[in-house]
Nanobody, 117 residues
C-alpha cells in the first residue's frame, strides 16, 4: 500500500528526494511520515506530517529535511538537503489510521540512502 523510492548514493552536502506513493486517499490517514534505521539501532522517526498540516522533525534534521505531500498524487515526499554521513540509513515511509479507536500502521519497503564521498 506504500511504495517508497528515491534513495541512492550521494556525496556529503548533496540532496535527495524520497517519494512514497500511497495506494489510498491520504485523507484517510492521521499521520504520515518517514523513519530511518541503521544496523543495530532502533528505527527512529525522522519527519511526520499530521492531518491538519502540522509537521514534526527529529532535531538532527531540522532545517535540512522537509516533508511534504501531494494529495492529487497520493504521494509523500522527504526532501533531504545538506546531507551528512550520519544520515546514511534505510528510510521507511509510514502512515497510520485510527478506525473505531484502533490504530493501524502501514509501512513501505525501505529505501537505502548512503551519504559518502
Amino acid at each position: 500500500q506504500l511504495q517508497a523510492s528515491g534513495g541512492g548514493l550521494v556525496q556529503p552536502g548533496g540532496s535527495l528526494r524520497l517519494s512514497c506513493a500511497i495506494s489510498a486517499s491520504m485523507h484517510s490517514f492521521n499521520v504520515m511520515g518517514w523513519y530511518r534505521q541503521t544496523p543495530g539501532k532502533q528505527r527512529e522517526l525522522v519527519a511526520a506530517r499530521i492531518s491538519g498540516g502540522s509537521t514534526d522533525y527529529v532535531d538532527s534534521v531540522k532545517g535540512r529535511f522537509t516533508i511534504s505531500t501531494d494529495n492529487a498524487k497520493n504521494t509523500v515526499y522527504l526532501q533531504m538537503n545538506s546531507l551528512k554521513a550520519e544520515d546514511t540509513a534505510v528510510y521507511y515511509c509510514h502512515a497510520n489510521q485510527l478506525v473505531g479507536g484502533i490504530r493501524y500502521d502501514f509501512w513501505g519497503q525501505g529505501t537505502q540512502v548512503t551519504v559518502s564521498s
